[in-house]
């Protein structure tokens, strides 16, 4: 059963252009979670979906920033108009519906962008 | 705002000794979860404790849990070089969604052979 798969690996963009970055889940799980990490920090929380649906998305910056999970396909954290802040590992993660309240995430290798 | 907070933030123990990293939070919790990232790596889950446990084993692992004081330690019993890692306590979010962790700065630990 392969893990959580995030690609690509490192992305280079420069200031002013878009990034897309993405995310296919554990066979198996419906929930998929981004975050994003500066160095020597812990990770942010920035969204929560299931298929087609945003569940929370409390910790995404308002603008510039956007997600989905559609119904094919994987998941996709996307970023316009990128800046320099914006340079930052980014991790999804995924779990499947326990129905118990709580849910232990499963993350993958992450995508390191470097906005120039 | 609630976060987890881990103590201490750097520590360096020699092969064969016990590590043991505390972590502390603000706000009421129906779980608290650990986990482990290597340098440049994804997170590992290590281990979900529920609010209504105080004590959890996994291998090596030793977790508990106090929520009258609102803190959990994570203790690594005869600690190896391939344990060297950050560690991450993490809660949900009060108010917030099940899904919506939030990780504290972490605990850098470094095991020296």
């Known amino acids: 059963n392969a893990g959580v798969m995030q690609n690509p690996r490192h992305l280079v963009r420069r200031r002013g252009q878009e990034a897309r970055l993405r995310c296919s889940p554990m066979k198996g799980h419906s929930h998929v979670y981004w975050y994003r990490q500066l160095p020597e920090e812990g990770l942010k929380f920035m969204v929560y979906l299931q298929k087609e649906n945003i569940i929370d998305e409390s910790g995404m910056p308002k603008e510039r920033f956007s997600a989905e999970f559609p119904k094919e396909g994987p998941s996709i954290l996307r970023i316009q108009q990128v800046v320099r802040g914006d340079s930052a590992a980014y991790f999804c993660?995924?779990?499947?519906?326990?129905?118990?309240?709580?849910?232990?995430?499963?993350f993958g290798p992450g995508t390191r962008l470097t906005v120039t | 705002s609630q976060q987890g907070e881990e103590d201490p933030q750097a520590l360096s123990i020699q092969e064969g000794e016990n590590a043991t990293m505390n972590c502390s939070y603000k706000t009421s919790i129906n779980n608290l979860q650990w986990y482990r990232q290597n340098s440049g790596r994804g997170l590992v889950h290590l281990i979900l404790i529920r609010s209504n446990e105080r004590e959890k084993h996994s291998g090596r692992l030793r977790v508990t849990l106090d929520t009258s004081k609102k803190s959990s330690s994570l203790l690594i019993t005869a600690s190896r070089a391939a344990d060297t890692a950050s560690y991450f306590c993490?809660?949900?979010?009060?108010?917030?969604?099940?899904?919506?962790?939030?990780f504290g700065k972490g605990t850098k630990l470094s095991v020296k052979p």
């Open positions: 993490a809660t949900p979010r009060y108010g917030g969604s099940q899904g919506n962790l939030i």
């Open positions: 993660a995924s779990s499947p519906a326990t129905g118990t309240g709580a849910y232990e995430q499963y």
